[in-house]
């Protein structure tokens, strides 16, 4: 699956967010933060972008980080 999964992944450990709180944020189940933490889905663009509004209510600093790290893994996969 996709890089935003294992991004997500990465910065929820790193800044000690939990799956569910995300999830409340957002207002979704966190089953679903779940599929993609674990690369099982992969988040539609506008899901992405959710994410990342989200994760500035909660922190600032992950959020430029999940940005960071997606568009740079996104550079490294062009021809």
């Known amino acids: ?28 189940g966190s089953s679903n933060v779940f599929r993609w933490a674990n690369e099982l889905r992969d988040p539609s663009s506008e899901t992405v972008l959710a994410i990342i509004r989200a994760l500035y209510k909660i922190d600032s600093a992950a959020a430029e980080e999940f940005k960071a790290l997606y568009l740079s893994d996104l550079d490294a996969r062009e021809p």
């Open 1 to 28: 699956m996709g890089t935003a999964g294992r991004v997500l992944k990465t910065v929820l450990e790193k800044y000690e967010i939990s799956q569910g709180k995300l999830a409340t944020v957002m207002g979704i």
